[in-house]
């Protein structure tokens, strides 16, 4: 079975860090791109960050600077760090896998005081 699985999200002060996992199972993790999304509530799901299969990456504007995409392919597991957390962070983050067109379930953020 082919399947992306997030954890780690939380209620976090604003400032505060997360760091989100996906672990994928069911397909040569290491030969494909895998990214970041977020959907805050109410809002359409948007590409946040992406790595591709040799570690390069690209992020959207608002978290250049406080997010990192990182990949351990012995693992099979791509990483979200998220720093200096802001409240407009809030709402759930999707791992996906564009060339499988495959999303996890989403892992849900919460930035509050």
């Known amino acids: 079975q082919v399947q992306l699985v997030e954890s780690g999200g939380d209620s976090v002060q604003p400032g505060g860090s997360l760091r989100l996992s996906c672990a994928a199972s069911?397909?040569?993790?290491?030969?494909?791109?895998m990214s970041w999304y977020h959907q805050a509530p109410g809002k359409e799901r948007e590409l946040v960050a992406y790595i591709n299969n040799r570690g390069g990456t690209n992020y959207e504007d608002s978290v250049k600077g406080r997010f990192t995409i990182s990949r351990d392919n012995a693992k099979s597991t791509v990483y979200l760090q998220m720093n200096s957390l802001k409240a407009e962070d809030t709402g759930v983050y999707y791992c996906?896998?564009?060339?499988?067109?495959?999303w996890g379930q989403g892992t849900q953020v919460t930035v509050s005081s």
């Open positions: 069911g397909f040569t993790f290491s030969s494909y791109a």
């Open positions: 996906y896998a564009p060339l499988f067109r495959l």
